[in-house]
């Protein structure tokens, strides 16, 4: 995608941080925006710096993790702008860290079921409707560098963030026929407010095994407010838009960390010379499977 003039963005999370450096660079761009967020509050002073701009905009309330709610908020953006979205920005998340071996029910509830279940729930909810449209369209979920390495601190975190990147990479494949790219940000520290993430958990929502308090948010925040701006993050992904690049991952201060890390993942594969044979017949029934065996699968559903 080249021209956002004209384009309609759904951007979760859109009230703050990365989802309004979205809203405002894209806007900027032309596009016409949507941002969804859990705060009414968010939503109304968001929406006037954006209209400020000239920007067209409208807010809807939002939870990611409420299918019904998001079937909704999809409706009303049809009423409101007489179309599906042709951007989707899955950008609302939470974080929470403690020791991987104190973490609770509760803990992988709301960490897996906002960072990952709300993504599915954007995506399961939008796509048909972006198909339908007939309209060439454009993807991007935020991920997140967390996501392409397991962390003790931070487990069910990371858990969903790397499923969510395996997640764009399978839509990637399932969308290019449509016309319809995808992108996964994989951003480090950015200057938002998700140190005070803990604010949002659902009071319901059963005993956390982490400690959150004034002093752990404090702590958090003397990492982020040295991020990255959301605009300066929102202009990078503008340009991996751009290119059609998959992944976009504006931080250069994490390549090596990355290289080692996946250098440790190849160099565990067993060279060609153990197993041959075995691997020449894995790897024929693979390919015969892909030309003729997936093809039922790919039908299976209408």
Aim: proline fraction near 4%.
């Amino acid at each position: 995608m080249q021209d956002f003039n004209g384009q309609l963005a759904f951007i979760t999370g859109g009230a703050s941080g990365a989802g309004l450096g979205q809203a405002l660079v894209f806007g900027r761009a032309g596009a016409k925006v949507v941002i969804a967020d859990l705060r009414a509050d968010a939503i109304e002073t968001a929406l006037g710096q954006l209209r400020a701009e000239g920007i067209t905009a409208h807010g809807i309330v939002l939870d990611i993790t409420d299918r019904e709610a998001y079937a909704r908020a999809a409706d009303e953006v049809e009423q409101v702008f007489g179309a599906a979205p042709t951007m989707l920005f899955n950008t609302a998340g939470v974080n929470s860290f403690g020791p991987v071996e104190k973490t609770t029910y509760a803990d992988f509830d709301w960490l897996i079921g906002v960072n990952l279940g709300g993504v599915i729930n954007g995506m399961v909810t939008f796509v048909p409707r972006m198909i339908a449209s007939g309209k060439p369209g454009h993807i991007v979920t935020t991920s997140s560098l967390g996501g392409l390495s397991g962390s003790a601190l931070a487990a069910p975190y990371s858990a969903a963030k790397a499923a969510v990147i395996n997640l764009m990479e399978g839509y990637a494949q399932g969308l290019a026929k449509h016309n319809i790219g995808v992108s996964v940000i994989c951003p480090a520290n950015i200057k938002s407010n998700i140190a005070e993430a803990s604010k949002l958990r659902p009071a319901g929502l059963g005993p956390s095994g982490y400690r959150e308090d004034e002093a752990t948010i404090q702590s958090l925040h003397s990492i982020h407010r040295h991020g990255m701006e959301p605009v300066e993050l929102a202009e990078w992904t503008k340009k991996g838009i751009e290119k059609g690049d998959l992944y976009i991952i504006p931080y250069p201060e994490a390549k090596e960390q990355i290289r080692a890390h996946f250098d440790r993942i190849v160099d565990a594969v067993l060279p060609i010379e153990a197993d041959p044979e075995g691997a020449k017949a894995r790897t024929d029934a693979l390919m015969d499977w892909a030309q003729n065996g997936a093809k039922v699968f790919a039908k299976t559903a209408g």
